[in-house]
């Protein structure tokens, strides 16, 4: 059962991966053609995506620095007293 489950997540993972690479290309796309017509847009572009990079950089660091010093969660539960 368990490896049901995992194929099930798999999926799940793949169809997300799928629609935000297909959202991502339909994005780049308008944004490549606005460039097209607006030709000034680019600098606001560059800007958008150096912030863009600037702000995952600093995101993955500190995500994966910080997920580093958390202590794991296997302290047991301390039993209920009984109220008699």
Not at 23 to 52: E, K, N, Y
Not at 58 to 80: A, C, K
């Amino acid at each position: 059962m368990t490896g049901r489950r995992r194929a099930d997540a798999s999926q799940r993972n793949a169809a997300t991966c799928l629609a935000l690479s297909v959202l991502v290309a339909c994005a780049l796309g308008l944004i490549a053609f606005t460039a097209v017509i607006l030709p000034q847009i680019r600098g606001a572009l560059l800007v958008i995506a150096g912030l863009s990079v600037f702000i995952l950089l600093h995101y993955l660091t500190w995500g994966r620095w910080m997920s580093r010093l958390q202590e794991p969660d296997d302290d047991p539960v301390p039993p209920v007293p009984d109220e008699h």
